[in-house]
């Protein structure tokens, strides 16, 4: 039996007074490919961000590839992570933002290896050779030399998506990366995911709102609302005949919106 | 009165020398304007509260006062204290110390048009708050804010006469006493008004270059 490779235990997340995660646990096992699926404001991305260390958490466990990823040991008594401890923990995960967020200013080329030279150590004729890979990889072997700006939003998620990556994360989180997309422009980064789900024992974590591509993405389906589960299965299960009647609705609104199932 | 061509020749050399430690004072005040700005800038966002609110506090307070009341200070009470400077290093200090509490305005302006998402792109990417502030938030902060740092540049360049106050022997002082000595003013005050406006001249189509090339940038 293997463990988990992320451990999430009863943690509680709030902005204000507003409480967004009250009391969530659940498990990823490693290579597992996971969809988060729920109404806007159900906490799916905030996990996402909280993994990432984007957020911080006000309660509560997380352990990421056996390590605990906001608290650590000192003089034998927990105690709160500080910057290094996140900065070691975050070597295991890289994210897809929905706005892409890459560095403007730096060379479609220079986005990929600028992380794993930096902060790796890496050789710059290493980096840029796996670069030029992960470009081939994702479809873009010809635009290594241009900027950000020069490129569609689909070629700039698809570097997004290449840059995370470089670094070799055990575990990738993808957030609404299609969401910011031109519907024409959605399908080529679902081309590269699904291509990168079969080829790689990667774990993934998947916010999205296209139902038909969590549907044929995931092993297994979340259904969030207000910060709870709802419902969890295959996602055969979940699109087909979810039980719980919040999921119906949310599934029912989805498909009256124009979202393929 | 008449304009004396001979006189203006005679103290021209006296001039220079003044002008070109006009020219140096604006140099290196400049450059301490231009880093200690930064560090103002920076230390403004420290998470430590204390950090932050001090600096606010700081920085209020030296914009707050004139840049002379300072320039004594700095020369004439701190000698009191067993710090003293010679008046061309008091006079870089004050000045730099006063513009960076106006270029630090600059950069918090420039860093926070930053998007919130680059850094976290830098954050999801591992990078460390150094290698961001370095490799991913200032490159895109700075450009933009060129041409208002040239700005408060050129303001400095015309606040020098200031550091007459302090003994410093640039453009003014210099004009000062060849004009006390000689009992002629007109030579060298309007000399010293001529160096300035040429000065300036020349900055101000350097500053309308730089605002084309840097003032706008692409998304």
Same mark, same amino acid.
């Given at each position: ?35 988060? $699926? ?22 509560? #466990?997380? @352990? ?18 500080? @910057? ?31 992380? &794993? ?28 030399? *241009? ?40 399908? @080529? ?38 910060? #709870? ?33 | ?64 006062? &004139? ?19 010679? &008046? ?9 110390? *006063? ?5 630090? @305005?600059?950069?918090?302006?420039? $860093? ?22 370095? *490799? ?51 030579? &060298? ?16 189509? $350097?500053?309308?270059?730089?605002? #084309? ?7």
């Amino acid at each position: 039996m293997t463990a988990p490779i992320i451990r999430i235990d009863s943690i509680r997340k709030s902005f204000g007074t507003h409480t967004v995660l009250d009391n969530l646990s659940f498990d990823v096992m490693p290579g597992e490919k996971l969809a988060l $699926i729920g109404p806007s404001g159900s906490g799916k991305t905030t996990i996402l961000r909280i993994l990432m260390t984007l957020e911080t958490i006000n309660g509560g #466990h997380i @352990e990421v590839c056996g390590e605990q990823l906001y608290h650590m040991q000192r003089k034998g008594r927990e105690v709160p992570a500080d @910057e290094a401890h996140l900065h070691h923990m975050r070597r295991h995960i890289g994210m897809v933002f929905q706005h892409f967020n890459l560095f403007p200013h730096k060379s479609v080329l220079e986005n990929i290896t600028l992380a &794993p030279v930096l902060t790796k150590g890496e050789a710059r004729p290493m980096a840029e050779k796996r670069a030029r890979d992960l470009l081939d990889m994702v479809g873009l072997a010809d635009k290594a030399g *241009h900027m950000p700006a020069q490129l569609s939003g689909g070629q700039k998620q698809r570097v997004a998506i290449a840059r995370a990556l470089a670094l070799q994360p055990r575990i990738m989180l993808f957030d609404e990366v299609t969401s910011a997309l031109d519907p024409e422009l959605v399908e @080529e980064v679902l081309l590269v995911m699904k291509r990168l789900a079969a080829e790689t024992d990667m774990t993934m974590l998947l916010v999205t709102h296209e139902m038909g591509f969590a549907h044929e993405f995931a092993d297994r389906v979340l259904f969030f609302d207000k910060g #709870h589960i709802i419902e969890q299965g295959p996602p055969d299960h979940i699109f087909s005949n979810p039980t719980h009647e919040r999921t119906q609705t949310f599934l029912r609104k989805i498909i009256a919106a124009g979202h393929r199932v | 009165m008449e304009w004396d061509w001979a006189f203006v020749w005679q103290i021209m050399p006296t001039l220079l020398e003044g002008l070109k430690l006009t020219l140096l004072i604006t140099l290196l005040a400049s450059a301490v304007a231009m880093v200690l700005g930064l560090g103002f800038a920076i230390l403004r966002r420290s998470s430590v509260a204390v950090v932050a609110r001090g600096t606010g506090w700081f920085v209020e307070f030296i914009r707050g006062t &004139p840049l002379l009341v300072q320039l004594y200070v700095i020369f004439y009470v701190l000698p009191d204290i067993g710090i003293r400077l010679p &008046p061309l290093v008091a006079g870089v200090i004050g000045m730099g110390l *006063h513009y960076a509490t106006y270029t630090a @305005e600059v950069y918090r302006g420039g $860093i926070e048009n930053v998007p919130r998402g680059q850094w976290e792109a830098a954050k999801a990417t591992n990078l460390t708050a150094r290698q961001a502030w370095l *490799h991913v938030i200032l490159p895109q902060a700075v450009p933009p804010m060129i041409p208002a740092l040239a700005n408060y540049l050129i303001a400095m360049f015309k606040e020098t006469p200031l550091l007459s106050a302090i003994t410093v022997l640039e453009l003014m002082n210099q004009a000062k006493s060849v004009a006390n000595s000689s009992y002629r003013y007109i030579e &060298p005050m309007t000399m010293v008004g001529v160096f300035f406006l040429a000065i300036s001249l020349v900055s101000v189509v $350097i500053l309308k270059w730089l605002e #084309h090339r840097f003032g706008k940038v692409a998304k």
